[in-house]
């Protein structure tokens, strides 16, 4: 991981982290631990402006039932152009 990468959100314990060491730890954690999808949008959904997914529409269509914002499911490269003209 460089130093500077940007905050993540942890599915095993839905906080926000930023460093390189939390990141490698919470990486251990997450292994064994439950996923707080739930959680983790509902953490960070006032820090975004949208959600992106990258596959098929399954945690799209999760999103829809836990916030308003908008999640966009991106499924190959010509998806990902299209996506990146709009925002």
Do not use: R
């Amino acid at each position: 991981l460089k130093p500077n990468f940007k905050a993540v959100i942890s599915n095993a314990n839905a906080k926000i982290y930023t460093s390189k060491e939390e990141a490698l730890e919470l990486l251990k954690v997450q292994l064994i631990s439950p996923v707080l999808y739930k959680q983790s949008i509902k953490a960070c959904e006032n820090e975004v402006d949208y959600f992106i997914e990258f596959g098929a529409s399954v945690l799209k269509g999760l999103n829809k039932k836990i916030t308003s914002k908008e999640t966009y499911a991106l499924t190959n490269m010509n998806d990902i152009d299209e996506f990146l003209k709009v925002v």
